[in-house]
C-alpha cells in the first residue's frame, strides 16, 4: 500500500509548516540562539500541525549539523541529513519517546519517565519526551509529571500536545511554554493541496480543491484524507465527484441556494432542494453551511469593511461573488429568512424528512 499523503507530506522543517506563523518565528528564532526551552505545550484542534512541530523541535534539539556548524545553526531549521535528523524522521530516535496519553492514560508511562529522564541520552544530545493527547493522563500521572516538569535534568525536554486544553491542571500549564495552534484558514489548506497534487501529477479540478479544503474545517490531515480517498477513485476528478464522495454541496450551491431565497424566489429555491435530494447531497450540513453564508453576507451588506475578516475562509472569487449576494441581504428580509433556517435546521437534524422543514422554511411569507 502507498504511504498516505498525510504522513508523506508530514512538513520536514519549519518552513514547510503552513499557517502558524508567529509560533513558527517564535520556535525558529529561540533555535536560532540556541535558546529552546524544557517545556511546551502545543494545543489547539485537530490535524493542525501539533505532532508534526512536537518531532520537529525534536530534530532541532538533536541536529548533528546544527551542533557543529554555527552558521548552519543560524537557519533556525535541521539538517534532515545527519543521523539524528533521520532516526526522527523515521520513528526509530531511542532519545525521543513519544508517549499516547489516551492509552491506559499513560500511568504507566508517566512512572517509566521518571524513572528514565535521569539517564543520560543514549544515542543524541537531547531527550525529547512527546506527550500526545496529554489530557488523558490521570491525577497521579499529571503528578508524578509535575515534579519532573519542575526539575527537569538538564538534556531533557517535554512536549505535551492535546486538542483540550481546559483539562489540564494549571499547575502544568504555567510550567511550559505554550503554543496555540488554531484551524488552518482555508487559504492555507488549499496552499497545500495544490502543492499535493502538483507533486503527485494530481488531475484535480480547483473547485473540487475549494470543496475538499472548506469540508476539511481546518484540519489539514482531514483535507489530506479526503484528498486520498477521492483521488483514489478516477484519473480525474471533478467537482460533481468530489461532492459525491464527500456528500457535501461546493460553496457554489450555496451561493446559488442564498440568492435565490433572498430575492423571494421559494418555488425555485425548492426546486433547487429536490435537486440536491436527488444528488444525495447531506441537506442537513448544507442548511447548516446556507446560515453560515447568509449570516456572513448579512455581517458583510451591514459592514463593508468586515471582508477582510472573512479573507482566510473564502477564496477571492469567493468573496467577490458574496459581495453580491450582500446587495441582497438587507436586515428586513434576512432576519426573518435566518430565524427560518435556523429552527429548520433543529428540527431536520431529527427528522426522517430533512427536506420538509427547509422547504417550508424558504416557502414561509416573510413579513
Ligand atoms: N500546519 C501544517 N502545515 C503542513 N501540514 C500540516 C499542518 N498541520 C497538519 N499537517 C498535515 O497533517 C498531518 C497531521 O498533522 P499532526 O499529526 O501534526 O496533527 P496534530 O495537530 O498533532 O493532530 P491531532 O490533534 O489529531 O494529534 C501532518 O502529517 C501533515 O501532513
Ligand atoms: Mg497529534
Ligand atoms: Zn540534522
Given at each position: 500500500?502507498?504511504?498516505?499523503?498525510?504522513?508523506?507530506?508530514?512538513?520536514?522543517?519549519?518552513?514547510?509548516?503552513?499557517?502558524?506563523?508567529?509560533?513558527?518565528?517564535?520556535?525558529?528564532?529561540?533555535?536560532?540562539?540556541?535558546?529552546?526551552?524544557?517545556?511546551?505545550?502545543?494545543?489547539?484542534?485537530?490535524?493542525?500541525?501539533?505532532?508534526?512541530?512536537?518531532?520537529?523541535?525534536?530534530?532541532?534539539?538533536?541536529?548533528?549539523?546544527?551542533?557543529?556548524?554555527?552558521?548552519?545553526?543560524?537557519?533556525?531549521?535541521?539538517?534532515?541529513?545527519?543521523?539524528?535528523?533521520?532516526?526522527?524522521?523515521?520513528?526509530?530516535?531511542?532519545?525521543?519517546?513519544?508517549?499516547?496519553?489516551?492509552?491506559?492514560?499513560?500511568?504507566?508511562?508517566?512512572?517509566?519517565?521518571?524513572?528514565?529522564?535521569?539517564?543520560?541520552?543514549?544515542?543524541?544530545?537531547?531527550?525529547?519526551?512527546?506527550?500526545?493527547?496529554?489530557?488523558?493522563?490521570?491525577?497521579?500521572?499529571?503528578?508524578?509529571?509535575?515534579?519532573?516538569?519542575?526539575?527537569?535534568?538538564?538534556?531533557?525536554?517535554?512536549?505535551?500536545?492535546?486538542?483540550?486544553?481546559?483539562?489540564?491542571?494549571?499547575?502544568?500549564?504555567?510550567?511550559?511554554?505554550?503554543?496555540?495552534?488554531?484551524?488552518?484558514?482555508?487559504?492555507?489548506?488549499?496552499?497545500?493541496?495544490e502543492r499535493i497534487t502538483k507533486a503527485e501529477k494530481m488531475d484535480v479540478s480547483p473547485d473540487a480543491l475549494e470543496l475538499i479544503a472548506s469540508a476539511s474545517e481546518g484540519s489539514l490531515r482531514d483535507a489530506e484524507s479526503l484528498l486520498d480517498q477521492i483521488a483514489g477513485m478516477a484519473k480525474k476528478i471533478d467537482l460533481d465527484m468530489a461532492e459525491r464522495v464527500i456528500g457535501r454541496a461546493s460553496l457554489s450551491r450555496v451561493e446559488k441556494m442564498s440568492s435565490l431565497a433572498l430575492s423571494g424566489a421559494s418555488k425555485e429555491a425548492v426546486a433547487y432542494i429536490a435537486e440536491l435530494k436527488n444528488e444525495g447531497l447531506n441537506l442537513v450540513q448544507f442548511t447548516r453551511d446556507l446560515i453560515h453564508y447568509i449570516e456572513k453576507a448579512l455581517t458583510l451588506s451591514l459592514n463593508p469593511d468586515l471582508e477582510k475578516n472573512l479573507s482566510e475562509e473564502f477564496t477571492v472569487e469567493e468573496l467577490g461573488r458574496m459581495k453580491k449576494t450582500a446587495k441582497l441581504a438587507s436586515p428586513a428580509a434576512t432576519v426573518p429568512l435566518l430565524r427560518s433556517l435556523i429552527r429548520a435546521y433543529g428540527e431536520m437534524r431529527y427528522s426522517p424528512f430533512a427536506s420538509i422543514p427547509l422547504e417550508l422554511a424558504l416557502l414561509e411569507p416573510k413579513p
Amino acid at each position: 500500500m502507498a504511504l498516505a499523503l498525510y504522513r508523506k507530506y508530514r512538513p520536514k522543517d519549519l518552513a514547510s509548516l503552513v499557517g502558524h506563523e508567529t509560533n513558527v518565528e517564535v520556535l525558529r528564532n529561540a533555535a536560532r540562539l540556541g535558546r529552546l526551552g524544557q517545556s511546551y505545550l502545543f494545543y489547539g484542534p485537530r490535524g493542525t500541525g501539533k505532532t508534526t512541530t512536537a518531532r520537529l523541535l525534536a530534530k532541532l534539539l538533536n541536529c548533528e549539523k546544527r551542533a557543529k556548524d554555527p552558521e548552519f545553526r543560524k537557519l533556525g531549521e535541521p539538517c534532515n541529513e545527519c543521523d539524528a535528523c533521520r532516526d526522527i524522521d523515521s520513528g526509530s530516535a531511542l532519545d525521543v519517546i513519544e508517549i499516547d496519553a489516551a492509552s491506559n492514560r499513560g500511568i504507566d508511562e508517566i512512572r517509566n519517565l521518571k524513572e528514565n529522564v535521569r539517564q543520560a541520552p543514549v544515542r543524541h544530545a537531547n531527550k525529547v519526551y512527546i506527550i500526545d493527547e496529554a489530557h488523558m493522563l490521570t491525577g497521579p500521572a499529571f503528578n508524578a509529571l509535575l515534579k519532573t516538569l519542575e526539575e527537569p535534568p538538564a538534556h531533557a525536554v517535554f512536549v505535551l500536545a492535546t486538542t483540550e486544553f481546559e483539562k489540564l491542571p494549571p499547575t502544568i500549564t504555567s510550567r511550559t511554554q505554550r503554543f496555540l495552534f488554531k484551524k488552518l484558514p482555508k487559504t492555507a489548506i488549499l496552499e497545500k493541496l495544490e502543492r499535493i497534487t502538483k507533486a503527485e501529477k494530481m488531475d484535480v479540478s480547483p473547485d473540487a480543491l475549494e470543496l475538499i479544503a472548506s469540508a476539511s474545517e481546518g484540519s489539514l490531515r482531514d483535507a489530506e484524507s479526503l484528498l486520498d480517498q477521492i483521488a483514489g477513485m478516477a484519473k480525474k476528478i471533478d467537482l460533481d465527484m468530489a461532492e459525491r464522495v464527500i456528500g457535501r454541496a461546493s460553496l457554489s450551491r450555496v451561493e446559488k441556494m442564498s440568492s435565490l431565497a433572498l430575492s423571494g424566489a421559494s418555488k425555485e429555491a425548492v426546486a433547487y432542494i429536490a435537486e440536491l435530494k436527488n444528488e444525495g447531497l447531506n441537506l442537513v450540513q448544507f442548511t447548516r453551511d446556507l446560515i453560515h453564508y447568509i449570516e456572513k453576507a448579512l455581517t458583510l451588506s451591514l459592514n463593508p469593511d468586515l471582508e477582510k475578516n472573512l479573507s482566510e475562509e473564502f477564496t477571492v472569487e469567493e468573496l467577490g461573488r458574496m459581495k453580491k449576494t450582500a446587495k441582497l441581504a438587507s436586515p428586513a428580509a434576512t432576519v426573518p429568512l435566518l430565524r427560518s433556517l435556523i429552527r429548520a435546521y433543529g428540527e431536520m437534524r431529527y427528522s426522517p424528512f430533512a427536506s420538509i422543514p427547509l422547504e417550508l422554511a424558504l416557502l414561509e411569507p416573510k413579513p
